[in-house]
């Protein structure tokens, strides 16, 4: 069965360093998602991603978060400047979508610890 | 979107059917209902969807009355595995696809 993998599973930086999350869609899906849940807290949306662009994004996507498909498989996730408070676990997922009906597959997900 | 309520956490032994109602009194008309189950550690995953009546998969049955006000994800005969938490979700494609998750209702099954 097809899957959403993501690289690395564990990530510790420092402080005001850029880190960037790598995630492989499932191949014939078309829309990307980027999704955090902090430890203890319920998930939530980051960006979505369709056609090249970025076609929704959430309050807490700011100006450090950019989000790139390098290549017809990567989709990555690039903090510019972590802080402490960026640490979480961060899930891509990929999707494709019939009328109503949009199953998101989600990766395993990256641990971002930042120091 | 319409908010979604559902009870914080549940209880139940191997072997029982553990029936968790959702409730969702402002949903639209082009909303569907979406449950996902999530282990810790890991992402969450769809479980089953449905728009009114029932859906049953090969994990899982949704009930949803003909008011749509509620909805009840039903399993069947649940093992120590099924312990997780599982997210009642209302969506619409017309509003984006943007998963909106609450805190869901954590499943416990003891032997």
């Known amino acids: 069965e097809p899957e959403v993998t993501q690289t690395p599973s564990h990530q510790v930086t420092q402080m005001g360093q850029e880190v960037i999350l790598r995630c492989v869609p499932i191949s014939n899906h078309l829309y990307f998602y980027w999704y955090r849940q902090i430890l203890g807290q319920k998930v939530e949306f980051l960006v979505s991603?369709?056609?090249?662009?970025?076609?929704?994004k959430s309050e807490i996507f700011d100006d450090q978060f950019s989000v790139e498909r390098p290549d017809g498989s990567n989709f990555t996730l690039k903090i510019r400047s972590t802080k402490l408070e960026d640490s979480a676990m961060y899930f891509c997922?990929?999707?494709?979508?019939?009328?109503?009906?949009?199953?998101?597959?989600f990766g395993p997900g990256t641990r971002l610890t930042v120091l | 979107l319409a908010k979604t309520t559902q009870p914080i956490s549940m209880d139940s032994y191997e072997g029982q059917e553990v029936n968790i109602t959702c409730s969702h009194n402002n949903i639209a008309t082009n909303d569907y209902i979406t449950w996902y189950q999530q282990f810790p550690s890991q992402g969450p995953r769809f479980i089953i969807q449905?728009?009114?009546t029932k859906v049953t998969n090969e994990v899982a049955s949704l009930f949803i009355p003909a008011d749509r006000k509620s909805s009840t994800l039903s399993l069947p005969r649940v093992s120590l595995s099924d312990t997780a938490v599982y997210y009642c979700l209302v969506v619409n494609s017309n509003s984006g696809y943007a998963l909106n998750f609450g805190k869901g209702t954590s499943l416990l099954v003891t032997p």
């Open positions: 991603f369709y056609n090249n662009e970025i076609s929704e």
């Open positions: 997922a990929s999707s494709e979508i019939r009328d109503n009906y949009n199953e998101q597959f």
């Open positions: 449905g728009y009114k």
